[in-house]
């Protein structure tokens, strides 16, 4: 197998003036060296010996939380023990907030928030404070509700304000958010705690310093920085990778071995561990004998887990969610999509490569398949009269797999599970018919005719005639009285029909006709009625069709003649638009042809009229041609 090499970088470069700035607020200032068993160049006064005094020292790179860390500094506390105070704090705290915040107890970092803070306390407030000087673990800048409670600083006595160095270490291991706090070598607590979501809302990267204040009593408090480089190192790697460790650089004046197996008299080696190993590289002064020990922990992260199933089929238009549950720092599918998830629907082998917050690659492989189908079905009638009996055959096709199963919905509330079969359409409407099969995967195919059946009613044939009895040369009004009909021939006895849903009809001689009609629609569901239906003669009268309106006396005027024994008598003339030129009850009375004062224009006017003899009625109309 081939292995990945990886360029090791210190967990932490102890801070110096070469590698590392700072930036003072409050009353805090940078003095000399004040002892030569922490030799340093970057030292700082926080507070002076003086009451209500703040300072602060800050980092200007950022501390990251993802790296680890592991520093060692320098601490006077001065020399005042029973009216000593306050004491200070070691504080990482969010860019976005203040930089130095209360006095007295609340050594310079009370009311910063979101932040943690280490305290260094020497004064006791009572409360959650106890009496010996002590350290707490604190948040988001509360002194009195300690995440960890108050625990002595010292653990061979109780006063730290004795005028002498003390070190702080601090060490900050992200792998299992753990952070340690050692006071003159001695770990006096450690505590797991997620800084970056739990206290920094996701934030990697945030201020770091210290801080300290006095109140009503004081005290010199001053801290150093080491200018020596830690001489630990850390680093994570992925299983079957390897590690170029090239932090320690050759001096010939120097003689190098390792711990751990590794062979080389070089600092520069290649390191691929199985398993997390922690070496030594042991550098010996050629001149003095002295051996300075330098430290290597190697923590070998195995690849991160990744499963996307077995392969698969799905079903015709449906989809497949891939994902895995497990957060990782980035994701790459074969699709190049760079989301957790990919929702996939087509036939494809989809793979996906991830990276775990260690930089750890794992990479798998999904084929998914689709099983395809068509539906059709067959119908041997589409239309026809109520109760319509109908024969369907399916036309199914399951393209890599077979059908085992169906279902029909005949839209007429009666199902089957038979390949093919038929059923009766009781009663008239329209009916959508639905085909569905069952694959041998368990995918439903399936189609949906809308409106593929139509099934009519019959016909019924109706009607009336008005009057009941009709006269010779007079209007007869047929009357359909037909249902569920949308086509009609009348027949009406004397050779003439008509295809009109109610025709007028006038007889021009006397006698008994059979009246027949046929009703139909568009499923031809036919019926026909027959009626009898006689005409008698009618009255003798005379209407001209045509007068000269010129004032020469002949022919000038027009009326009907032989109407003078109507009991009852009516007259309408009209002109072409169907505009009333002239109306007379009076069978005697004429018309001359003027309308409006004006004699009308030549042409063709229409006339009608209603004559009674006894109890007989007739209606008439017909035409005039006005000449001149």
Known sequence: MKLLLKTLLPIFLVINTYSQSYQLFGDAFGVSPFNVSCPSDTCFTLTPDLQNKRGAVYGDELFDLTRPFDGTFCLFLGTK??????????????????LIGGLGGGLGYATLSPSIAIEFDTWNNGGVDIPADHTSLNFNGSVTSPIVPSISLSPTSGNVEDGMSHTARIVWTPADTTLYMFFDNVLRFSHKVDLINRIFGGKTKVNWGFTSSTG????????????????????????????????????????????????????????????????????????????????????????????????TILCQDSTLFLSINKPMISYLWS????????????????????????????????????????????????????PLLVKFMERAIVYNGSVTGYYWDFGNSINSFLPQDSTIYATAGTYSVR????????????????????????????FDIE??????????????????????????????????????????????????????????????????????????????????????????????????????????????????????????????????????????????????????????????????
């Open 81 to 98: 023990d029973a009216n000593g105070a306050d004491g200070f704090a070691f504080v990482l705290k969010d860019t976005n907030v203040s």
């Open 216 to 311: 009503g009593s004081s005290n010199l408090q001053q801290i150093c920085f080491p200018i020596k480089p830690v001489s630990f190192y850390f680093d994570t790697i992925c299983k079957d990778s390897c590690l170029d460790f090239n932090q320690v650089l050759y001096d010939p004046n120097y003689s190098y071995s390792w711990s751990n197996g590794v062979l080389d008299t070089f600092p520069l080696v290649t390191l691929c561990p199985s398993a997390a190993t922690t070496y030594n590289l042991y550098k010996q002064s050629k001149l003095t004998g002295l051996i300075d020990t330098i430290g290597l922990s190697i923590d070998v992260k195995t690849k991160p887990s990744l499963y996307l199933g077995q392969d």
């Open 335 to 386: 699709t190049g999509d760079t989301s957790q998830t990919l929702l996939v629907d087509e036939k494809s082998e989809y793979w996906l490569e991830v990276t775990d917050s260690f930089g750890c690659v794992n990479t798998d492989t999904i084929f998914v398949d689709i099983q395809k189908g068509r539906v059709e079905l067959i119908a041997d009638r589409q239309f026809g009269c109520e």
């Open 435 to 462: 085909l569905s099969v069952v694959s041998d995967l368990g995918c439903i195919f399936d189609s949906l005719y809308t409106d593929l059946i139509q099934v009519y009613p019959y016909a019924i044939a109706n």
């Open 467 to 628: 009057p009941s009895v009709g006269k010779e040369n007079s209007q007869n009004y047929f009357n359909n009285l037909s249902i569920n009909s949308t086509s009609w021939l009348w027949e009406f006895g004397d050779g003439s029909t008509s295809s009109l849903q109610n025709p007028i009809k006038v007889f021009a001689s006397s006698g008994k006709y059979s009246i027949k009609l046929k009703a139909s629609n568009a499923g031809g569901c036919n019926d026909s009625l027959v009626k009898e239906f006689n005409i008698v003669k009618s009255p003798s009268f005379y209407a001209p069709n045509t007068f000269t309106p010129n004032y020469d006396w002949i022919n000038d005027t027009w009326r009907i003649y032989g109407v003078e024994f109507a009991s009852e008598y009516e007259l309408h003339i009209f002109n072409r638009w169907g505009e009333l030129l002239f109306s007379s009850l009076d069978k005697t009375e004429t018309w001359d042809g003027i309308y409006n004062g004006k004699v009308v224009p030549e042409g063709i006017y229409s006339y009608r009229t209603i004559l009674k003899f006894d109890s007989d009625a007739y209606e008439y109309f017909g035409h005039i041609l006005v000449g001149r």
